[in-house]
């Protein structure tokens, strides 16, 4: 079975930077996209970022491009989410999920659990 | 705002048959597979439709997805109290080379 587990959220103040990491188990981590998904407090989903299989295409939200990087490193079948120059309405659980794509097809299967990022002064 | 618009919420009996509507625009719905997920209080998202109205292993025929134009449905049959949580649809959108969500919809079992 697929296991994806997050760590690395928590406070930050505003204008500040965290690091987040998922952890992948259970598949060839190195064969697939990977993505990070958010969910505000109450609120719905917003898609954050791509990352292809070796880390050479990567795809952002507008609300996040130019302030989060998303990265990998196969050997440690790990994702991971760079964020800086955090603002409040970055307060949310940040999923890590892994893209399934093929030719038309796609879909997030499984996700990880979610860590929160809670951005205040 | 949610570029897919569902409604906020739903309800049903048990035994009943509800559907949650999606709509899109050409450039998502209309030109893209849609995927539907289940979130449960408090849980992570889980994949329930996928390309339009495929059902992954191990869930349920009683959740069902179609599609047309550029709207999509989810009909759940046989409402029971766990399938109390929200839903959400999630259609790729190529300007973003990544996917646009719904508001998603709280359904409720009476």
């Known amino acids: 079975e697929v296991y994806l587990v997050e760590s690395g959220g928590g406070l930050v103040r505003p204008g500040g930077s965290l690091r987040l990491s998922c952890a992948a188990s259970g598949i060839t981590f190195s064969g697939y996209w990977m993505s990070w998904v958010r969910q505000a407090p109450g609120k719905g989903l917003e898609w954050v970022a791509n990352i292809n299989q070796d880390g050479s295409v990567k795809y952002y939200a507008g609300s996040v491009k130019g302030r989060f990087t998303i990265f990998r490193d196969n050997g440690k079948n790990s994702v991971y989410l760079q964020m800086n120059s955090l603002r409040a309405d970055d307060t949310a659980v940040y999923y890590c999920?892994?893209?399934?794509?093929?030719?038309?097809?796609?879909?997030?299967?499984?996700w990880g659990q979610g860590t929160l990022v809670t951005v205040s002064s | 705002q949610s570029v897919l618009t569902q409604p906020p919420s739903v309800s049903g009996a048990p035994r009943q048959r509800v559907i949650i509507s999606c709509s899109g625009s050409s450039s998502s719905i209309g030109n893209n597979a849609v995927n539907w997920y289940q979130q449960l209080p408090g849980k992570a998202p889980k994949l329930l439709i996928y390309?339009?109205?495929r059902l992954p292993s191990g869930v349920s025929d009683r959740f069902s997805g179609s599609k047309s134009g550029t709207s999509a449905s989810l009909a759940i049959s046989g409402l029971q109290s766990e399938d109390e949580a929200d839903y959400y649809c999630?259609?790729?959108?190529?300007?973003?080379?990544?996917?646009?969500f719904g508001g998603g919809t709280k359904l409720t079992v009476l």
């Open positions: 999630a259609a790729w959108d190529d300007s973003l080379n990544g996917p646009v």
């Open positions: 390309y339009d109205d």
């Open positions: 999920a892994r893209l399934y794509t093929s030719s038309d097809m796609w879909w997030f299967d499984p």
